[in-house]
């Protein structure tokens, strides 16, 4: 079994991390490969929405942009699960988060029917932390 767990906190070290740090040691503990990825570390962009994850040729499915994220988005839709920890600002998880979530999905998704050409599966975890009263 393979665990990817990231951390989409630019703290490595803080409230995220400790949650994460939790959620690797459980992951461990049931014997599956945990692979840690501070989100801030990399360097990407959100999508790009230049389609060609959509057209019907070899790159349908596939996000055609390669940056740091490429890898990660292949190792992500090879695992058993995901784990994505993230600090609250204003409301909503970090901007590095959302523009995860945007290259994740969009290249799966068909325009078609709405359907996902990914055909796998991935069981999804996601950890919020905030603290504004
Ligand atoms: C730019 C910014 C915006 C924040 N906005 C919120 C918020 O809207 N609501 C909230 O409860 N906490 C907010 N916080 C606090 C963080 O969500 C909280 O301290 C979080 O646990 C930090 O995670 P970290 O230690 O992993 O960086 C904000 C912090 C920052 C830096």
């Known amino acids: 079994m393979k665990t990817i767990i990231i951390n989409a906190s630019p703290r490595k070290k803080w409230n995220t991390a400790e949650v994460l740090d ?3 040691k459980g992951a461990e ?3 599956s490969e945990v692979e840690y990825v501070n989100l801030y570390d990399l360097v990407f962009k959100g999508c790009r929405s230049c389609l060609i994850c959509k057209r ?3 790159t349908k499915g596939k996000c055609y942009w390669k940056d740091d ?3 990660l988005i292949e190792k992500i839709f090879d695992s058993d699960a995901l784990i994505i920890g993230s600090p609250i600002y204003f409301g909503q998880p970090t901007s590095e988060f959302r523009a995860l979530v ?3 999905i969009f290249c799966i998704m068909s325009y078609d029917d709405g ?3 990914y055909t796998g599966k991935v069981n999804v975890g996601i950890f919020y932390t905030m603290n504004a009263p």
């Open 22 to 24: 939790a959620a690797r």
């Open 29 to 31: 503990s049931v014997g």
């Open 56 to 58: 019907k040729d070899k």
């Open 69 to 71: 994220l490429s890898p």
């Open 102 to 104: 945007e290259r994740l």
């Open 115 to 117: 359907s996902s050409y």
